[in-house]
């Protein structure tokens, strides 16, 4: 079974905050699915299908359902893994619909950790009896410093240059200029970028995301659903999923899960990365965004830093419009997680209703992807393929 | 520039059923890796059961030798800069740990490393560090 052209997404919304110590993180979900539900033209009472991650507080599924009043559900997931898990959420909704299972899911993400002081310096705790911590807390492993190794294996393997992956932050402040939302509106150098304060060798501040409150929510519909809509329609044309970790010792940094989620996404969807018109593509740092160009296979292994240099990944400039409400990196990356970003940002190239500025003519291809976790320790992958129907 | 290596209070490691006798070892001095008694093979972190095949796994003392796979230096520390790191044992596994005692500015992906126990907080067991060779 395949979920090609088996489901749409037919709500999204991007909550404008990016900072609210005075709301809670359950409210701020609630008014994300809101702001979806009003996009897509549905009501409350329409969802009979919810999926949320770890950014669900309490028990997560149990507590938010509760509270927004989700009384019809017949299919759930809370699938978690990280900041990617949106999308598969998408995927796994589109599933549910092929299957008979739902006619009108609703994804949500929600958090408040610019309020809250967190940050990817600081190490988290995902709980006890995880079997990795003992061999690991201990060296202060915390989310930059995951990642910094990975961009530095690059270096090494490849000759990436710390000037390469600041082009990627330039392209993201070019867009972040047209999105009165975003954190970071200034449009930045590469200069600039190599210019800011080291934070763990080899990535500089400006090669980070910025920490924003804030959330999003979608919906993703059954065909018949769809087209008794006002919008314009997005379908969902192919998914894929990966998980990879350190191998049982067998670490390998140079790839990610993205090849396996890249490949079966775009196998799925019946197209190749030449046929993608836009991209929305996981950027908590610069080298998240690299690696993943590299493992979907829009250049080869070990080119991406030539790939994204000299502006080819702005909009109206380059070859392949990346992340044009400025990404994680300049916009939004709500509750330490940017996936679902990823996916409203393509579903409006899709419509049309990106900023003029940043608007990828014809665009009737996108992609997806997200990065959850740590790509240096370990991480989870999905791929989404949509189409302008 | 140099960044000559100052200690940060490290955390003792979380206890888990099984890893006793790796902790038990470091105190001791001793270095354990977990082999595979079915296939062979190594592998880190140390399991219960093989990453491989799912076989039973046993310690056995590690050379302490390693090159440097990758590495960051994290510029802001508790409350020290310090270098977090994979390095690659002879064993042919790799494992995250720290570089110590040294110029952190210095290092360099691929330069030989041996082990040094560190203490952590606490009655935590030492654990396992590299610095040049």
Redesign the interface.
């Known amino acids: 079974m395949t979920i090609r052209d088996k489901a749409y997404i037919v709500g999204a919304y991007e909550h404008p905050t990016r900072k609210a110590p005075d709301k809670s993180v359950a409210q701020i979900h609630a008014e994300s699915a809101k702001g979806a539900l009003a996009d897509a033209g549905l009501s409350l009472s329409d969802i009979d299908g919810y999926y949320c991650a770890g950014d669900a507080p309490g028990l997560g599924m149990l507590n938010m359902a509760d509270y927004m009043g989700l009384t019809n559900l017949r299919h759930v997931d809370s699938t978690e893994t990280g900041g990617c898990s949106y999308l598969i959420h998408v995927s796994h909704a589109a599933q549910a619909i092929a299957a008979g299972k739902c006619k009108i899911a609703l994804i949500t993400l929600a958090g408040r950790p610019r309020s809250a002081g967190s940050s990817g310096m600081q190490a988290r705790s995902w709980g006890v009896d995880i079997p990795d911590v003992p061999f690991e807390a201990p060296f202060g492993p915390v989310t930059v410093n995951s990642y910094a190794m990975v961009a530095a294996r690059h270096m090494y393997e490849y000759g990436t240059t710390a000037e390469q992956l600041a082009w990627i932050k330039v392209a993201a402040s070019h867009h972040a200029q047209h999105n009165p939302h975003a954190m970071l509106r200034d449009v930045v150098t590469v200069e600039d970028v190599v210019n800011s304060p080291l934070v763990s060798t080899p990535l500089h501040r400006l090669d980070c995301c910025v920490v924003s409150d804030g959330g999003g929510a979608l919906i993703v519909a059954h065909p018949d659903i769809a087209k008794s809509l006002k919008r314009p329609l997005v379908k969902v044309r192919g998914a894929g999923e990966a998980i990879k970790g350190q191998l049982g010792g067998h670490v390998d940094l140079t790839y990610s899960g993205a090849r396996r989620s890249g490949a079966a996404a775009f196998e799925e969807a019946g197209i190749t990365p030449q046929d993608i018109k836009y991209a929305s593509i996981y950027d908590s740092f610069t080298i998240t965004v690299l690696m993943q160009l590299e493992d979907l296979g829009f250049c080869k292994k070990g080119e991406g830093g030539k790939f994204v240099s000299d502006g080819n990944l702005i909009s109206g400039v380059g070859k392949l419009p990346f992340n044009t409400d400025g990404g994680g990196l300049c916009n939004n990356h709500p509750a330490n997680r940017g996936g679902i970003t990823k996916v409203i940002e393509a579903v409006r190239q899709l419509r049309g209703e990106a900023h003029p500025a940043v608007q990828v003519k014809n665009c009737d291809l996108a992609l997806a992807h997200g990065t959850g976790g740590l790509l240096g320790a370990r991480h989870g992958s999905a791929t989404l393929i949509l189409e302008r129907a | 520039m140099t960044m000559m290596y100052q200690p940060?209070p490290?955390?003792?490691?979380?206890?888990?059923p099984g890893?006793e006798p790796f902790w038990d070892a470091a105190r001791t001095g001793k270095f354990l890796v977990k082999f595979c008694t079915s296939c062979k093979?190594?592998?880190?972190?140390?399991?219960a059961l093989c990453?491989?095949c799912f076989g039973e796994t046993e310690w056995k003392e590690g050379s302490g030798k390693g090159v440097i796979?990758?590495?960051?230096?994290?510029?802001?520390?508790?409350p020290n800069p310090?270098c977090?790191?994979?390095v690659?044992l002879e064993e042919?596994?790799?494992?995250?740990?720290?570089i110590v005692d040294c110029d952190l500015a210095a290092l360099k992906?691929?330069q030989k490393v041996k082990l040094v126990f560190k203490p952590?907080e606490g009655d935590g067991p030492p654990?396992p560090?590299f610095t040049p060779v």
């Open positions: 940060n490290l955390p003792a490691p979380a206890k888990e890893n093979k190594p592998h880190w972190y140390p399991r990453p491989f796979y990758s590495l960051s230096v994290m510029q802001r520390g508790n310090y977090i790191a994979y690659t042919g596994v790799t494992m995250m740990t720290q992906i691929g952590t654990v560090t």
